[in-house]
């Protein structure tokens, strides 16, 4: 069965690349989270025209968007604990101020249809054979590819704790025999990121999950030819570091403390009131900072939960440098957002730009995907500035390899 949009109209502009991409179909893990329901929100209104790509990375006018599968062929499924429909997170979205009424009302068509794709997922601890868990994930994924021409697999679910799979997972035989033990060594995202691999599907990290930071994963990708993506979606006071910091290195101005307070409401927040899961997020944080100053920058990172902010998060920076002679001055910024907003968008290009790399035949780490993340996979540049030239260059390499 092909899929077929509630919600549809011709393409243009972007939307309308100079070949045929075909279907792409988005799985998304945490498919019912205030992200996913804000992107597929989001993906339905671009299809319909309803919006404009303000957001979109792939919609900018610098970008290559030939072999970019349109909006409108564009599909979204995905694997989710919560049982809470879509249409109760659309709602809930509206009430907060994330989403405009009229526009979920108009969708509605559309959120209902990708109701009907969502699968139960995995809950850490509960899936006494993870195996077998692994198997039936995968198989959610292939009967969902059945209805379209490519599907990439996007992690937006909660923040877990850091996770080591061992020698358990050291390689991919190591893991099978490590299930045949009735061992189950890998983290829920790693499970996840392991069902996506066997289902034929590319995957990106859009969380500091451990998802493919596992050695046997890596294996099995190259094994299959399978290009991924990570970590962690840079939204906000992290986007605005990467801006920032190059600014200070390039003037030889010396940094000598970077302080940062995080806001957190939401979804996102409320995982991250726990130490452990705090702990993933703080060190994808931090460490590009050091990386584009070039030296140790002392200074406090706080991701404090507040309930009451709903979807929406506010960042304190406050940094202290020297100038000439020694001369001591201060820079502060407050960074205030809806997180789904900001992030929803990026998930929809990295599902676009991922898609057409899998058809250009890249595999492995996407490195030039690097713009998207706090801790870039098989990159350790941090500057917004060179990695966006990077994917600009990079978006021009693919768009010809899959274009005639």
Avoid at 46 to 63: I, M
Avoid at 73 to 95: I, N, S, Y
Avoid at 287 to 301: I, W
Avoid at 335 to 342: N, R, T
């Amino acid at each position: 069965m092909h899929y077929v949009r509630a919600v549809a109209s011709p393409s243009t502009s972007s939307d309308s690349p100079s070949s045929t991409p075909g279907t792409l179909g988005v799985w998304f893990i945490g498919a019912r989270g205030s992200l996913a329901t804000t992107a597929t929100i989001g993906l339905s209104a671009l299809a319909a025209r309803l919006t404009d790509e303000t957001g979109c990375v792939t919609g900018h006018r610098d970008l290559d968007p030939r072999g970019l599968a349109a909006w409108a062929d564009m599909v979204v499924g995905g694997h989710d604990v919560d049982t809470v429909p879509l249409a109760k997170q659309a709602e809930r979205l509206v009430a907060g101020g994330v989403v405009p009424g009229f526009l979920a009302q108009q969708v509605a068509g559309d959120l209902e249809a990708t109701e009907a794709r969502l699968r139960p997922g995995v809950r850490a601890g509960e899936a006494p054979d993870q195996r077998a868990a692994v198997e039936q994930l995968a198989d959610d994924i292939r009967e969902f590819a059945a209805g379209v021409d490519r599907v990439v697999v996007i992690d937006v679910s909660s923040t877990e704790a850091p996770h080591d799979a061992g020698d358990d997972a050291a390689t991919w035989a190591d893991l099978r025999a490590a299930w045949a033990a009735g061992r189950a060594p890998l983290s829920p995202s790693s499970t996840y990121a392991c069902a996506a691999l066997l289902a034929g599907a590319p995957y990106v990290a859009f969380t500091p999950s451990p998802g493919m930071d596992v050695p046997a994963l890596v294996e099995l990708a190259a094994e299959r030819g399978l290009p991924y993506a990570g970590s962690d979606g840079k939204t906000g006071e992290t986007l605005v570091k990467s801006a920032l910091a190059p600014m200070f290195s390039t003037r030889s101005l010396a940094v000598r403390s970077w302080t940062s307070i995080n806001l957190l409401g939401g979804g996102d927040g409320s995982p991250l009131s726990d130490p452990a899961a705090r702990a993933s997020k703080t060190g994808t944080k931090r460490s590009g900072l050091e990386s584009m100053l070039g030296h140790e920058v002392p200074g406090p990172m706080h991701i404090d939960y507040v309930e009451d902010l709903g979807d929406w998060k506010t960042a304190w920076d406050h940094v202290r440098f020297d100038g000439f002679l020694g001369t001591r001055m201060t820079m502060q910024f407050t960074w205030e957002g809806c997180d789904s907003a900001l992030a929803a968008p990026l998930v929809l290009d990295l599902a676009r730009l991922t898609g057409r790399a899998a058809a250009a035949g890249e595999a492995g780490p996407l490195a030039a995907l690097g713009f998207f993340f706090k801790s870039p996979l098989g990159s350790q540049e941090h500057r917004l500035a060179q990695q966006w030239e990077t994917l600009l260059a990079w978006s021009r390499e693919c768009a010809d390899r899959v274009s005639p």
